[in-house]
């Protein structure tokens, strides 16, 4: 309590760069972090761009998402239990996530077409370009099936046969993904566990990386980007965060970059500027 009032709100609401500087000062000592886009660590590093692409909802897919939002809110009003009203929420978010990403995530019975999800459409589109520029290209989820399930949308719809990486791969299956990737000029996409594609990786052939869905903890998000942007890493890569417009997911990855800038403000960590989501941010993604 007594750092919000001292530290949070007068950085993060009022953008006090006196404080944000204080606080610098007071943590400096206690922190160390390189970069490796620091000149003295990579100085020949490419750039990165980051993409904030959005897609709409389709129209049966909207109105499975107003149904979820109306079960999952009516649910949380029917208990006053703090504990259980916080799991409800976080399992209506997790309902969310899936319709966003395909009817199919959630359902498990709708077909596997593209025309039921604005986000698989807008990804469709994305690698059509992708591969007419004979460039490489990771596409990163948190749910397995949704890869399934984009494998499949991607064999439809541009004849376009995947690699797979996911943590229920054997080594052996998993060393062999990554170097037809890496090697393979004909093996052009490489869908990846979120999870499993987070650290220990080399996939510099790819120049470009999607985020079909949004993470949580960004640090995550980060960590699956950088099997791309790394060294030894020679194209520029590009960075598509894929949000659907109008959902909670923009209200989302509207508090993920407040939370984000406050930690550049003050300590330039970027590794735990979302710990956890208070009652009232909760509320306020469901709330216009």
Known sequence: MEFRKAFRIPIEV???????ERLRRITSPFLMRRLKTDP???????????????????????ALYESIVRRGLEETRRT?????????????????????DHPRLYDKESPMKAALSGKAMLLVNL????????EKV???????????????????????????YTGRMDQGARVEAVESFQTDPGRRIMLVSLRAGGVGLNLTAASHVIHYDLWFNPAVENQATDRAFRIGQTRNVFVHRLITAGTFEEKIDGMLKSKRELAELSVASGESWLSSMDDYE???????
């Open 80 to 100: 006053s239990d703090r504990f259980a009203r916080r799991a409800l929420i976080l399992k209506l978010i997790t309902g969310l996530k899936q319709a966003c």
């Open 127 to 134: 690698l059509g370009q992708i591969l007419e520029c004979s």
């Open 282 to 288: 909760l509320r306020e993604i469901f709330c216009k």
């Open 14 to 20: 009022e953008r006090d760069q006196g404080t944000a």
């Open 138 to 164: 990771l596409v990163f989820s948190q749910y397995v099936e949704c890869l399934n399930i984009l494998r499949h949308i991607i064999a439809d719809e541009l004849d376009e046969n995947c690699l797979f």
């Open 40 to 62: 003295a660590i990579a100085s020949e590093l490419p750039e990165k761009t980051v993409i904030d692409d959005y897609a709409g909802l389709a129209r049966e897919q909207a």
